[in-house]
């Protein structure tokens, strides 16, 4: 009778090994934003190829809108395996290194083709694995696309913005951006924003395209100057633990599949950004400002010296090789 416990005892332990061992892996993917954006579509594209290749094996979940973690949280999240993907600004990473604010660096890229070359260069792959030492994992760059500034006023020059109140991202070089041509900046929540615009208790912000119109930001704002002055894009980051602990042939799809799922929302950040900029102008809403390039060039030459204080953060080498970028 002992021995037939024992038995069956034994073959229980076995079975639920095997059905344990068996079970799919749970992989959460948190970001803050809508579905229908390029980040949330590049999630859903995600999502739909690990179903197709890894049916079984593992499972996504995705939690937009910030359901789970807002971007200031998300990364202590995914150290403490509450989250296993998340993909936030590049302007969250400050805490873990702080070579990436090289990103913030004011009018850097000429364009968001000089911004894709640099972080496929060896200098920008590098800067993937610049958050390793402290437990994160970059997988890959996903686009929003160039920034432009909205304001009360019309913004031509620099000394347009002289004494406006800006709201921006929880960026050191941001402030610094601002600050140099003699404006207020405030970090302040994303979430907030359309708020404080339409109270009036900022003048402006700096954003995509495609984050002034989904946001809405345009209905009040009297004026967007087309600047491009930034880059706003985001890294796919996991943690270490998490990455390191999946089974070569796993990790390997599941990094496939991500290549795949950032090229598609890259694609559609380039065509929001083209059709959104479109519809705010056809909306009437407001005033979009085309800087003629002696106009630009002011913005340049009063922003310009911010390089110079984070050159050190960053590294001359990194910001050479940004730099080399803008030449094809």
């Known amino acids: 009778m002992r021995k037939t416990l024992f038995g069956l005892t034994t073959a229980a332990i076995l079975s639920l090994s095997m059905a344990v061992q068996a079970a799919p892996i749970k992989l959460k993917f948190s970001h803050v934003v809508a579905d229908n954006t390029p980040k949330g579509q590049m999630a859903t594209k995600f999502k739909a190829l690990v179903d197709e290749r890894l049916k079984g094996k593992v499972v996504v ?19 403490l395996g509450d989250v296993q993907l998340a993909a936030p600004s590049l302007s969250k990473f400050k805490k873990y290194t702080k070579k990436l604010q090289i990103f913030d660096l004011p009018f ?27 437990g994160l994992i970059g997988l890959g760059y996903m686009h929003n696309g160039m920034k432009q500034v909205s304001a009360s006023k019309p913004l031509h020059v620099p000394s347009d913005a002289k004494g406006l109140k800006f709201r921006i991202m929880s960026s050191d070089v941001l402030v610094k951006q601002f600050e140099a041509v003699g404006a207020t900046p405030l970090k302040k929540p ?139």
């Open 108 to 134: 850097l890229f000429n364009d968001m083709a000089a911004a894709e070359r640099f972080q496929q260069s060896e200098a920008g792959q590098g800067l993937l694995k610049s958050v390793e030492k402290k």
């Open 190 to 328: 994303y979430s907030e924003v359309f708020t404080l615009l339409q109270t009036k208790a900022i003048d402006g912000q700096e954003n995509t395209w495609s984050n002034i119109h989904s946001k809405k930001f345009y209905e009040v704002q009297d004026n967007i100057t087309s600047s491009d002055h930034g880059l706003l894009d985001y890294m796919v980051v996991t943690s270490a633990e998490f990455w390191n602990g999946l089974d070569a042939d796993v990790r390997t799809e599941l990094k496939k599949a991500l290549d795949e799922a950032v090229a598609v929302g890259n694609k559609v950040a380039a065509e929001k950004s083209k059709s959104d900029k479109q519809a705010i102008i056809d909306s009437k809403r407001t005033n979009v400002i085309e800087l003629s390039k002696e106009e630009r060039q002011q913005w340049i030459d009063a922003m310009k010296p911010v390089w110079k204080e984070f050159e050190a953060i960053v590294g001359k080498d990194l910001l050479d090789a940004a730099i080399s970028a803008n030449k094809e």
């Open 61 to 79: 979940e995705i939690y937009p809108n910030g359901q789970l973690f807002g971007d200031n949280k998300v990364l202590e999240a995914l150290l």
